[in-house]
Structures are given as C-alpha cells and as structure tokens.
C-alpha cells in the first residue's frame, strides 16, 4: 500500500515536471534563439574590414588631391565598421583565414582617375572590395551594404570636389561673359564711331573724288599748253639762234666799221696836215671814201624780209616771255606735297580700316571658337548640370541656345567682314602703291626739275627778251640814224667833196676840218652802233642758252604733264572706288553694330543666368548631395530582435504544442469516459494549461531579452490564443492519425516557417507559397502579433481566426472521442487507480476507430 502511495506521488511529481519542462520549450527557444540576433545590427561596428591604401596623389585642377588618404581620415572617424587600415598581403591572408569578412582596396590611380572626370578621356575611378560569402553569407550582405554605403560616401566626395571646380568655372566664365559683354560693347561704340569716320571719310572721299576730276582736267589742259609751249619754244629757239648768227656778223660789220671810221679819221687827220700838199690824194681818198660811204650805205640797208623778221621778233619776244611766266606760275602752284599727303591720308585711312576690319574678323574667331569649345550637350552630359533642378536646367539651356544661335548670325556677319577686309587690303595697296616712297620721291623729283626748269627759264626769259627786245630796238635805231647820217651827211658830203674837188684847194682847211668833225661824229656813231651790238649779241647769246635749256627740258616737262594727269586719273578712280568700298564698309558696319548690340544683349542674360548659381561651398554641398531622405517610420522596430519577435514566438509555441502532443497521449483516456464531454474533460484541460503556461512564459523571455510592445495586454492575449489554437489543431490531428500525425504536423510547420513571411516578404517566394500563404495559421498569427508589438493596429480579426481555429478543432475532437467511447471495453473504475490501455485495431481491418482495452505494464506510464 505503501509503495502503490509512494509510485504515486513519483508519478504525480514526474508529471509535474515534464509540464514545467515542455512548457518551457517555447520560452527557452526565443531566449536562446533570439539573444543570439537581438541586435546585431547594433554590432557591425564589431565586424573586421581590412582597408588597404595603394593611392598616389595626382594633380586635379592645379591642386594636389590624395583621395585615398582623405577616404582613410574618414574612414577612421566612422563607427560603423572594424576597419583595419593593412597591407594588401594581411588583407588577403585576413579574407582566406577568416579573420576579415571583407577588404577594401583604394588602388594606386583612384586620384589620377578621379582627376579625369571632366577632361576628354573621362576614367570612373575604382574601389575593389573582397568578400567571403562562404563563412558568413549574412555577415556578407552587412559589408556588402557598408562597401554600397563607401561607394555613395566616395561618390559624393568625388562629386563634391568637381562641383566645386564646375562652379568656380561657372563663376569664371560669368566674369568672362561679362568682360565679353563689355567687350562687344566697346566694339559697338568702336563700330559708331567707325562709321562716323567713314561717314566724313565718304565726304571727304567724294570731295576728293571731284576734285581729282577737276585736277584731271587742268593736267590734261595743261599738257595741252605745255605742248605748244615747248612747240613755240622750239620756234623761239630756232628764231633766236638764227638772231645770234646776224648779230654776229652785225657786229663783225660794226667792227669793220669803226675800224674804217678810224681809219677814216686817220685820214682825215692826214689829209687836214697835208691837205695843201695832197690835193691829188685827197681827190683819191675822196674817191675811195665816196665808194666806202656808198657801200656802207647799202649795207646799213636791211631788207624787207629782214625788217619783218626783225619786227616779228620785237613783238614776239614780249608775248614769249608773258608765256613763260604765266607757265612757270602754274608750275610753281602745283602742290605735289598736299596731293600725296592727301593720298597717304587716304592710304593711312585705308590701312586702318583693314586693321579693323581684320581685328574685327579675329576677334568673331576667337569668340566663336570660344562658344563652340563649351556646346550645351557637353554641358547636358555633367554630373552637376544633370544634378540641378529642372528650372536651373533650363535657364542654362535658354541662355546657351540664344548664344548658339547669336554665334550663326555673327558667322553671316564674318563673311561680310572677309569681304569688308579685301576691299579695305586692295584699297590700301593701291594708294599704298601711289603713296610709296619711290612714287612719291619720282614724283616729287619730277615736279622740283619741272620747277627748277620752269623757274630757269623764267629768269632767263625775263631778263633776256625784254633786253633782247631793247637791243633790237636800240640796233635798229643805231643803224637808222647811221644811215641817216651817212646819207644826209658822209653821203652827200663825199659827194660835194667829190664834185667841189676843184674847190678844194681853196677851202681846204675849212673843209678838212668839218670833214674831221664829220669822222668824229661818225666814228662816235659807229662806236655806239658797235656797243648796242655787243650788247644785243650778249642778249642774243643768253637768250640762246635759255631757249635751249627750255627746249631740252621740255620733253621733261611734258612727260611729267602726262603722268600728273594719269596719276589724277588713277586718283579719281580710286577715290571712286574708295568711296563704293566705304559704302560696303559703312553697310557692313551697321550690320556689326547690330549684331554686337544683340551680342551684348545676350551675353548679359547668360552672364545673369550663371550669376543666379549659387557657387560658393554651400552650393557645392547642396549640388554634391542634392537629395536628402526624409525618413518616416509608421511601424518603429528597434532592433533585429523585435522585428523577429513576432515569428519567433509564433514557431516556438508551434514546437512547444507539437512537443507536448508527442509526450502525451490525448487520444488515450485516464480511464473509461462516460461521454465525449467527459472524456474530453479527462484530457484538454492539461492541454490548454499547458498552452497558456506556453504563452504567458514565452511573453516573459522576449520581455526579459528587452521586447517593449506598444500593447503588452494585447501582445500577450495574442500569444495564449495562437497557442490555445495551435495545441488544439496539433491535438486534434494526433488523436485522428496517432504518431503519423505528429509526422504531418511536423511537415506542416516546416511549410508554414517557409511560407509564413516571417523573415522575407512572402512575394519573394516561389508561386506556391504565394498561394498557401493566406491558409496558414502562422501567417495570420504572425501578422497580429506585430500589430500588437510595433504596429498598434487592430488584431481583432487574427484573434477571431484563432478562436474559430479553437472552437472547431475541439468541436471536431469531442465528436471523434464520442465516436470512440463506445469503444472502450472495460468500464470506467470509481476508485483512483490508474489504468493502463493499449489500442489495438478493431476486427474489421485497418484506418477504423481503434479499441482500446486494458493490459497489465510492470512500467507506470505518464497518467494524463
């Protein structure tokens, strides 16, 4: 009796046990499974990762830049990872032993290729990293995510430094614009004033254009009376060395004149000492004296021929020498100095436009090939321009297009400019040509020979003729009153002499001496005839020289007539020409002032629009990183261990329920029930204890590993209902199939773990666990459970399932043990002693309702 007692208490006690025990699985299972990954996303600062620097500093914009050693500096400020900073020989021994779950290497062209990005040939710099997916493929994934995390940390370094370069450029090329702006502004003013000169230059051009006409004229007139005056003095010329030889033999004839008259005087004086003795001589000598007075006589005669030339002569010499000076004052007002400035004003003229015209032309090339340097597609195609809002975007794109387009009009306007510029180059050569030192010296020689002749013979001629005129006059009267005295005195008194010889002896000192005052006079006479001779011979002489010194330079002068008349013939066409260049010149200016005042225009929008960009650091910030996450977090989960909470528990009380099952029988009664109720009554009720003990314990450990739901009251009604309806789903299917139930059960928690959602999403699974996913219970309980915990939803729906889940299972159960009581052979006992059943199958075969009947065991088994 005592030992009946005793196993008893042993059984009860054992009992006891075993239910603190099973109910302890679930709890047990959270606290071992769930301390393990509660945070350990809170750890990865714990996680080793070898770093190994190989960078080389390059040079990036004239600054020296050492990405690699600026990654490190900031490597070494995080918290976020184990960084090791070793050498590439440590890093690949720490990845093969395990002792590193990753290495990072900065190679030795990060810098020099981070230093391309904006150049021709961009390079994207590389950062390698090494992983071991074998050891830990979720330690993996975590340096994975923190290599993503460098990658964008890098990036926004790297984006950083050439948004900074971009925007200095950007800052640059404003204040190049805007110098441009006054640049084409300078040249718009430079353009108004250009056209201003040309306009007093097309004035001055029309002017000079008349009055090289009118000049073409008086050359032409003047080579017109240039030639007949070198003809008329050629004829003087000649005239005047005819003059010089009868002048010479006029004063021969003089000479032999006054050399007779003194003899004759001679004579006289002879005859007067011997007139008494030399009567007879006397008579002879006047005889001798009659034929000389005679012949002198006849040769003081001219002839007619001779009397005309002489008058033509007189009358000519005055008109040729008001001739000679009207000429040589003409000569003597051409300017050739005042026309070939004029011409090398023009040229100077000339030569400045083309200068202009061809700075102008430059200056459009250079500033075109600036525009087409920076194109608005290799702008589209930065990283900072693609960074920038869409407004910006456009405002830079509106602002490049309009100067595109501007840059098209101005290369119209370069074809004008060629154009304006090879009429200004044929321009200037040409009166360069006609103002040349050579041209201007010839004709400047030219004009001072012309001059110097011209003025030589002026003098000659005006001392000459007028004398030459007197001379004549002078000789002329000397020979008339000599023929007059000859005549009316020498003549006849020969002749009384001659006839009043036989008187003569008798008046002969009367008469020798009025015949020695006669000679005397005569002698007188004939003395002053031979001075106006020599007079008039010397002015004959000297106007010979001059006559043909004028007719040897009057080739000279001639020529020098006809090339002043083709040089202002050349002169009034180029000026004509000058002045159609000047008016291309002034069209083209107008068209260039135009275009450079649109120019301007249009580089103050641009030079505006670049200003508008913020580039200072604050800027540079903003562009590198130009989008920042708001984050907002509905459902707050604190750490890896909450978030898993919710499934963890759901399959721990599954085990914990499916653990039960497996060590007690609920299909096999205490004893002999009276009715499904009863026998029901016999066994659920440890089961459900069990369960809630299951639940209640389980709420304990996750809030002992730090578990805060938002709704504990909530959170644990949710675990004992999951729990009631699991234990009863799992005791259910164990009292229809025996063990081969625990066996299904087992099988049906392996599906739910998978297609439950608990650790992914359940979209991420194949198609059939997308479609069992609604019909297990482990989804709904684990969606109520984080309602509860994080979410603060309802879960009023979850526990409705689980108590309908509750209801029918222990419905369908009380109908099998009804089923099955009528089974039971051997009546329930009314004392307290255990019975031991066996279940054996019915007579009628396999798959029936087992019987169930009493056996005798040496061994107590685990009363239920």
Do not use: C
Not at 68 to 95: C, N, P
Not at 369 to 382: G, P, R
Not at 521 to 546: C, E, W
Not at 658 to 683: C, D, I, T
């Amino acid at each position: 009796m005592k030992n009946a007692k005793k196993a008893k208490n042993t059984g009860r006690i054992f009992l006891v046990l075993v239910v603190i025990a099973v109910s302890l699985i679930p709890a047990l299972y959270n606290l071992i499974f769930l301390s393990s990954m509660w945070d350990p996303y809170g750890n990865v600062a714990n996680l080793p990762v070898a770093v190994v620097n190989e960078d080389e500093p390059a040079t990036v914009s004239g600054k020296s830049l050492s990405l690699g050693k600026q990654i490190v500096t900031s490597l070494k400020k995080q918290k976020g990872l184990d960084y090791h900073f070793v050498s590439a020989k440590q890093g690949d021994a720490g990845i093969a032993n395990g002792t590193y779950y990753m290495k990072v290497t900065l190679p030795k062209t990060l810098s020099q290729q981070a230093g391309t990005l904006l150049g021709d040939s961009p390079s994207v710099p590389t950062i390698t990293y090494a992983i071991s997916e074998g050891r830990n493929y979720t330690a993996s994934k975590m340096v994975t995510s923190a290599a993503t995390s460098l990658k964008s940390s890098v990036s926004q370094q790297i984006t950083k430094i050439y948004v900074k370069t971009l925007l200095t450029n950007f800052s640059d090329t404003g204040n190049a614009l805007n110098a441009a702006q006054q640049g084409t502004t300078q040249l718009h003013d430079g353009t108004v004033q250009i056209a201003a000169g040309t306009d007093k230059l097309s004035t001055n051009l029309l002017k000079l254009s008349k009055g090289a006409m009118e000049f073409t004229d008086g050359a032409n007139t003047l080579t017109v009376g240039i030639k007949a005056y070198t003809d008329g003095v050629s004829t003087v010329n000649t005239g005047v060395n005819k003059l010089s030889t009868g002048s010479a033999a006029l004063s021969g004839g003089a000479s032999q004149l006054v050399s007779k008259g003194n003899e004759l005087v001679s004579g006289l004086s002879t005859l007067s000492s011997s007139s008494l003795s030399g009567a007879q001589k006397l008579t002879q000598a006047s005889k001798s004296l009659t034929s000389g007075v005679e012949q002198l006589s006849s040769s003081m005669t001219m002839s007619d021929a001779q009397s005309a030339q002489m008058q033509q002569l007189t009358a000519g010499l005055p008109t040729l020498n008001t001739a000679i000076q009207q000429l040589n004052a003409a000569i003597q007002q051409i300017d050739t100095s005042s026309q070939m400035e004029a011409i090398a004003q023009a040229a100077s003229a000339s030569q400045k436009i083309e200068e202009e015209s061809q700075f102008l032309s430059s200056g459009f090339d250079t500033l075109l090939s600036s525009q087409e340097a920076s194109s608005s597609q290799n702008v589209k195609n930065t990283a900072a321009f693609q960074q920038l809002g869409s407004a910006e975007q456009q405002q830079i794109l509106d602002a490049m297009n309009s100067g595109i387009t501007q840059t098209q009009q101005v290369t119209s306007m370069k074809t004008q400019l060629v154009t304006l510029n090879t009429y200004s180059s044929a321009l200037y050569k040409k009166l360069a040509a006609a103002s040349s030192a050579d041209a201007q010296s010839k004709a400047v020689k030219d004009t001072a020979a012309l001059k110097q002749a011209s003025a030589t013979i002026a003098g000659q001629s005006a001392q000459a003729l007028p004398g030459g005129a007197q001379a004549i006059s002078t000789l002329d009267s000397g020979l008339t009153s000599a023929k007059k005295a000859i005549d009316s005195q020498l003549l006849p008194g020969t002749q009384q002499l001659s006839s009043g010889i036989s008187t003569y002896g008798n008046a002969v000192s009367g008469g020798a001496t009025k015949l020695s005052k006669g000679s005397r006079t005569y002698v007188n006479a004939v003395g002053t005839l031979g001075s106006g001779i020599n007079t008039l011979g010397s002015g004959i002489t000297t106007l010979s020289q001059g006559t043909g010194t004028l007719a040897s330079q009057s080739g000279t002068l001639l020529a020098g007539s006809q090339k002043l008349a083709i040089a202002s013939s050349s002169i009034a066409s180029g000026s004509a020409q000058l002045k159609s260049g000047e008016d291309t010149v002034d069209t083209a200016l107008t068209k260039v002032s135009s275009g450079l005042s649109t120019m301007s225009t249009k580089f103050g929008k641009a030079t505006s629009a670049i200003r508008a960009l913020n580039t200072t650091s604050s800027g540079a910030d903003a562009v590198s990183a130009p989008l920042k996450l708001d984050k907002t977090v509905n459902a707050s989960v604190p750490n890896n261990g909450t978030a898993m909470a919710p499934y963890m528990m759901s399959v721990a009380l599954f085990v914990g329920a499916l653990s039960f099952n497996m060590m007690f029988e609920a299909g096999v009664p205490r004893y002999r029930p009276r009715s499904g109720w009863h026998w029901w009554r016999q066994k659920m009720p440890l089961f459900l204890l069990v369960s809630i003990a299951q639940a209640s314990l389980v709420f304990g450990a996750v809030t002992l590993l730090g578990l805060h739901p938002l709704n504990p009251a909530l959170t644990l009604l949710m675990l004992i209902f999951e729990a009631l309806g699991y234990m009863s789903l799992i005791t259910v299917v164990n009292v229809i199939f025996g063990k081969v139930g625990a066996f299904l059960m087992l099988l049906f928690l392996m599906v739910q773990l998978a297609g439950s959602g608990g650790t992914y999403p359940v979209v991420l699974s194949n198609g059939f666990f997308k479609a069992v996913n609604p019909w297990l219970p482990m989804t709904h309980a684990i969606d109520g459970l984080r309602n509860a915990i994080s979410i603060g939803g309802s879960i009023n729906s979850q526990l409705a399932l689980f108590l309908a889940l509750f209801l029918v299972t222990n419905l369908i159960m009380l109908l099998i043990f009804s089923l099955r009581r009528r089974s039971i052979l051997v009546k329930p006992s009314d004392s307290d002693d255990t019975q031991n059943y066996v279940v054996k199958e019915s007579q009628s075969g396999t798959a029936t309702v087992p019987a169930i009947v009493p056996t005798i065991s040496t061994t107590p088994a685990v009363p239920a």
